[in-house]
């Protein structure tokens, strides 16, 4: 069973910054893709963010471009994923979960998901 575990996430005023964190298994995070979606209340999950299983490719929702930054820890070993999250608007509050897959795209999440963790961001 894969298991991807997240960390971070909390309340922020708006302009504030946060960082998520998600740790999957070693042979999860040398093969997969690994991103991020969302969900806000009433709505839809949607698209954050995706970084390549070699790092090679990232994409990001036009919605949190320059403004979120995905890294994974391929060299260190460390099997993480991160999501620093800055100039935090209110409209970015959600339920961000962690997927990993092995083609993440806007439209095609991977078949793994993480238990989810709440960003709340304050006018």
């Known amino acids: 069973q894969v298991q991807l575990v997240e960390s971070g996430g909390g309340l922020v005023q708006t302009g504030g910054s946060l960082r998520l964190s998600c740790t999957a298994s070693r042979r999860v995070f040398s093969t997969q893709d690994m991103g991020w979606f969302r969900q806000a209340p009433g709505k839809e999950r949607e698209f954050v963010a995706t970084?390549?299983?070699?790092?090679?490719?990232?994409?990001?929702a036009t919605s949190v471009k320059g403004r979120f930054t995905i890294s994974r820890d391929n060299a260190n070993y460390t099997n993480t994923v991160t999501l620093q999250m800055n100039n935090l608007k209110p409209e970015d509050t959600a339920v961000y979960y962690c997927n990993a897959g092995p083609r993440i795209s806007s439209r095609n999440p991977g078949d793994y998901w993480g238990q989810g963790t709440q960003v709340t961001v304050s006018s």
């Open positions: 970084r390549s299983w070699n790092g090679a490719l990232t994409v990001y």
